[in-house]
């Protein structure tokens, strides 16, 4: 299948990539759902938006462990390099990414759509001002705007909260585009995330799933269903490619 797979890439005009938050596993960040999942731990109440405006301390509390903690010392695995690499050669065309680790544009990623937003950047609540979550310290929580002194949130998405318009509106054109979709760490479960790789296919376009597990996406649009880790995946792909 891993041939398979290969040669598919190699005929594409157009392909793209979809991940979740399986592809940073292998980079040691948690996945927020199953057995090891965030949400075992945390009450997903904390990242819902009403919540943040009315309990910022609480919320800011949870996010500092959960985020910065975690994703800080992270790095980019195979799996995030060889997407990096199929990029510079001109076969990949996108990263549509679920996760707000930034670790695919620091594995050298350039067309990326951060369907959820990034935490490497805070917003104020208020005025708007953006700043760089590592210029910001979180000793003292709430963070603080330094320009009108109000709350800062992180600048990816939280329950109750729309998807940036600018990486709807790509992601969607993009599926719409591909002729091949590689579905990499997704179970198909958040929405409207995960209706990106069914418009792909409503498009024609031929699904591969990297997954060591069955997903939401399997038995409805998977033609090719890897069972692999994404990194050994994603590495055996790139060196026959």
Same mark, same amino acid.
């Given at each position: 299948?891993?041939?398979?797979?290969?040669?598919?890439?190699?005929?594409?005009?157009?392909?793209?990539?979809?991940?979740?938050?399986?592809?940073?596993?292998?980079?040691?960040?948690?996945?927020?759902?199953? %057995?090891?999942?965030?949400? @075992?731990?945390?009450?997903?109440?904390?990242?819902?938006?009403?919540?943040?405006?009315?309990?910022?301390?609480?919320?800011?509390?949870?996010?500092?462990? =959960?985020?910065?903690?975690?994703?800080?010392?992270?790095?980019?695995?195979?799996?995030?390099?060889?997407?990096?690499?199929?990029?510079?050669?001109? =076969?990949?065309?996108?990263? =549509?990414?679920?996760?707000?680790?930034?670790?695919?544009?620091?594995?050298?990623?350039?067309?990326?759509? %951060?369907?959820?937003?990034?935490?490497?950047?805070?917003? !104020?609540?208020?005025?708007?001002?953006?700043?760089?979550?590592?210029?910001?310290?979180?000793?003292?929580?709430?963070?603080? !705007?330094?320009?009108?002194?109000?709350?800062?949130?992180?600048?990816?998405?939280?329950?109750?909260?729309?998807?940036?318009?600018?990486?709807?509106?790509?992601?969607?054109?993009?599926?719409?585009?591909?002729?091949?979709?590689?579905?990499?760490?997704?179970?198909? %479960?958040?929405?409207?995330? !995960?209706?990106?790789?069914?418009?792909?296919?409503?498009?024609?376009?031929?699904?591969?799933?990297? @997954?060591?597990?069955?997903?939401?996406?399997?038995?409805?649009?998977?033609?090719?269903?890897?069972?692999? %880790?994404?990194?050994?995946?994603?590495?055996?792909?790139?060196?026959?490619?």
């Amino acid at each position: 299948m891993l041939e398979q797979v290969v040669n598919l890439l190699k005929k594409s005009k157009h392909a793209i990539a979809f991940t979740g938050a399986g592809i940073s596993v292998e980079s040691g960040i948690p996945p927020f759902r199953g %057995e090891a999942g965030i949400w @075992n731990r945390y009450d997903p109440e904390l990242l819902e938006l009403n919540y943040f405006l009315t309990h910022p301390e609480a919320s800011w509390k949870a996010i500092r462990e =959960i985020f910065y903690d975690f994703f800080t010392e992270a790095n980019p695995n195979a799996a995030h390099i060889a997407l990096a690499n199929l990029e510079k050669r001109g =076969i990949l065309k996108a990263v =549509i990414t679920q996760n707000i680790d930034d670790l695919h544009f620091k594995a050298g990623s350039k067309e990326v759509y %951060e369907f959820h937003g990034n935490s490497q950047h805070l917003k !104020c609540t208020q005025c708007k001002h953006v700043v760089a979550a590592k210029n910001t310290s979180l000793e003292s929580l709430p963070p603080l !705007c330094e320009k009108c002194n109000s709350v800062l949130k992180p600048d990816f998405i939280f329950f109750g909260e729309g998807i940036p318009p600018l990486a709807y509106d790509k992601s969607f054109a993009a599926a719409r585009k591909a002729d091949l979709v590689i579905v990499i760490g997704s179970t198909g %479960e958040v929405m409207p995330a !995960c209706q990106v790789p069914f418009e792909a296919k409503r498009n024609g376009a031929t699904i591969v799933e990297i @997954n060591p597990i069955a997903t939401q996406f399997t038995p409805q649009i998977t033609d090719i269903h890897i069972k692999m %880790e994404a990194g050994k995946a994603m590495e055996q792909i790139i060196e026959k490619v």
